[in-house]
């Protein structure tokens, strides 16, 4: 294993998000707990730290546990091979069917907060919340609001300070 740091893998992170996306797992303090494909999300600095933020609906399972959880974890596959298990946790829901069966996928123990990350992934980001912000819709460009959220189902953001980031395929 090895610790990186969050601003130097920011392009793999980037480029995952946007090709196929990574997984977002949230555990609850009930023990319960869930993964989702994320392909929103940014790479950024806010308090002087490393933060990740994270952009969740609120028709997802995924929500009900951030209710009770202070802390998430991103997972990011470094090869193609992930890309059928990023299908079915994209487009199931973790309260109907065992997304972990399904998809083959491990949750293992996170080194820093009390969460799960994707065992078959080799990079991964912990992070403790230190502020949930639901999107405002007043104060959203109408076009943006119109093209994304006709719905009236919107995104609430979960910004995460970095407890710890490291690849598990290599070693310092
Ligand atoms: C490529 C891809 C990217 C996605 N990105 C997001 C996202 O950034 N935010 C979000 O709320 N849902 C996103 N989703 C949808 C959720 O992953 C999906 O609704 C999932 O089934 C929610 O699971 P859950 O109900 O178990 O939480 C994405 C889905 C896919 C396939």
Redesign the pocket.
Known sequence: MKAVKLYEIAPDVLSRMAN??VFLTVKDKKGRF?T??????SVSCYWNEPVFIA???HD???YELLQDADSFTVSVPLDDGLREA??I??????NEVD?YALAHITPLDALSVDGKVVGECALHIECRIGLTMPMEPSAMAEAVRERWYADGDF?TLYFGEVAACYRTDIDD
Do not use: D, F, S
């Open positions: 196929g996306g869930n989702m494909n994320i392909g929103w999300g952009p969740v609906r997802r399972y995924t990023l299908k946790v994209g487009t199931r829901h973790g997304k995104h």
